[in-house]
């Protein structure tokens, strides 16, 4: 009996200890609207540095209204991260595929030339400096993701090439669907700051509380800001 009654009470201290973040039972979702914000990423024109003509991937990946991110950062509490699997960047027609990319920090990101012609992966971000050096077709190559924040990245033989990492220290991010709509699902109660992110127009950030396993609907409107 004693056995028991210790069992159960070390049931009961377990349950009790269970932190917030595993009590995830909330959701939000809702639709991104750009308003005046590009969908698509312009494409250079003329020759690269190695007389090749420059080029630029139709691939979905490769527009702005597939490169939408929205991030969730918890005010009250610090969440268990998870590093982030299958964290690929390609490099094909001259594009970084995908345009941004959305990590928890820690994580490694793949680099692979999917060209048939020589590309470089360099980064000149503060305190995330790299380069991965010129890599022949088919070659892929793996760098860890030590810094959070905005990443840039480029090529050094093919200047007009660019593309963002965005590193998390929250695992709750999603890209928008090509609709426009997001659905972030299994979030604990709590404050946070919500983040969205495009290619080409200021962040936006706003406040919520999420609490008693409710569907929060939020929408968004990007706005580019007009030029002085």
């Known amino acids: 009996m004693k056995q ?6 070390l049931l009961f201290l377990s349950a ?13 979702r809702g639709k991104i609207i750009l308003s005046n914000c590009p969908k698509s990423i312009s494409a250079g024109d003329g020759y690269n540095k190695d007389g090749t003509e420059i080029m630029h991937s139709k691939d979905p990946m490769a527009q702005a209204d597939m490169n939408v991110i929205i991030s969730l950062h918890p005010l009250d509490f610090k969440p268990k991260l998870k590093l982030t699997k299958d964290a690929y960047i ?5 594009t970084f595929i995908p345009n941004i990319l959305p990590v928890v920090v820690g ?17 000149y971000t503060r305190k995330s400096r790299f380069s991965i050096g010129r890599r022949a077709p ?4 793996s760098v860890k993701i030590k810094k959070k924040g905005v990443i ?16 998390f220290d929250t695992p709750y991010f999603s890209r928008i669907n090509r609709d426009g ?10 404050n946070y700051r919500v983040e969205l992110y495009h290619p080409d127009c200021d962040k936006i950030t706003q406040e919520v509380t999420i609490t008693g396993s409710k569907i929060v609907e939020l929408d968004f409107n990007f706005n580019k800001p007009a030029k002085p």
Do not use: W
């Open 107 to 123: 994580s490694k990101v793949h680099f692979l030339n999917e060209d048939e012609f020589f590309h470089n992966v360099q980064s």
């Open 138 to 141: 088919g070659i892929s190559y």
């Open 181 to 190: 709509t997001y659905t972030l699902k299994d979030l604990p109660d709590g």
């Open 152 to 167: 840039d990245l480029t090529c050094d033989i093919h200047a007009h090439m660019n593309a963002r990492i965005l590193s």
């Open 4 to 9: 028991l009654l210790l069992f159960c009470s």
């Open 90 to 94: 390609s490099q094909s027609e001259q």
């Open 16 to 28: 009790i200890s269970i932190s917030s973040d595993e009590i995830a039972q909330n959701e939000i």
